[in-house]
């Protein structure tokens, strides 16, 4: 009877622990540049066995390397979100809009607030034509009102300038769903 021992190497830079000597220098390399929170996000990415590297970027805090780490753990297309120049809040209106399926590319834009992502993500996900819309001259209020006015039906081009303030298109649009009712 022959009793056959597997012996497996394993590399430890911290408390991480690696199955080949690469991964570990890469890793050491990451100490004296990221904090303790992205080296674990980081880290989860190597366990998970995604491409970490994509988010191997000072310039993201730990909150947004966990956005885009679960999103390239859930096949999603990170390249529209994983861009520094997002914040936390613009990251997470992209990445559910990629997980709803949307145009993404319509509001993945650093100009946007994540206030007038979600309202041009709200109307592509109700089959809407954002477009309309989808402009950062507009508030994301002025961007709701515009909203409301197409899911109700209504000719938004009346009032579709951001000229008015979002309490006038508010006010056109409740003047015109009423005669509408008519």
């Given at each position: 009877m022959?009793?056959?021992?597997?012996?497996?190497t394993?590399?430890?830079?911290?408390?991480f622990?690696?199955?080949?000597?690469k991964d570990?220098?890469?890793?050491?390399?990451?100490?004296?540049?990221?904090?303790n929170r992205?080296?674990?996000?980081?880290?989860?990415?190597?366990?998970?066995?995604?491409d970490y590297?994509?988010?191997?970027n000072?310039d993201?805090?730990?909150?947004?390397?966990?956005?885009?780490r679960?999103g390239?753990?859930?096949?999603?297309?990170?390249?529209?979100y994983?861009i520094?120049?997002?914040?936390?809040?613009?990251m997470?209106?992209?990445?559910?809009?990629?997980?709803d399926?949307?145009?993404?590319?319509?509001?993945?834009?650093p100009?946007y607030?994540?206030q007038?992502?979600?309202?041009?993500?709200?109307?592509?996900?109700?089959?809407?034509d954002a477009?309309?819309?989808?402009?950062?001259?507009?508030?994301?209020?002025?961007?709701?009102?515009i909203?409301?006015?197409l899911?109700?039906?209504?000719?938004?081009?009346i009032?579709?300038?951001?000229?008015y303030?979002w309490?006038?298109?508010?006010?056109i649009?409740?003047e015109?769903?009423?005669?509408n009712?008519?």
């Amino acid at each position: 009877m022959a009793i056959i021992v597997e012996v497996k190497t394993t590399y430890k830079v911290n408390n991480f622990e690696f199955n080949n000597q690469k991964d570990a220098e890469t890793f050491d390399n990451y100490l004296n540049v990221f904090d303790n929170r992205q080296l674990n996000e980081l880290y989860e990415g190597y366990k998970n066995k995604i491409d970490y590297t994509i988010y191997a970027n000072p310039d993201f805090n730990a909150e947004q390397m966990e956005l885009i780490r679960e999103g390239l753990e859930d096949e999603l297309d990170v390249s529209f979100y994983a861009i520094p120049v997002f914040n936390w809040s613009q990251m997470r209106e992209i990445c559910s809009g990629l997980e709803d399926k949307v145009n993404v590319s319509l509001y993945a834009k650093p100009e946007y607030t994540y206030q007038q992502m979600f309202e041009i993500h709200f109307g592509l996900k109700n089959g809407l034509d954002a477009s309309v819309y989808a402009n950062p001259e507009f508030t994301w209020k002025q961007m709701k009102q515009i909203r409301l006015g197409l899911e109700q039906g209504l000719d938004v081009s009346i009032y579709t300038n951001s000229k008015y303030s979002w309490k006038e298109m508010e006010k056109i649009r409740k003047e015109l769903k009423s005669k509408n009712n008519i």
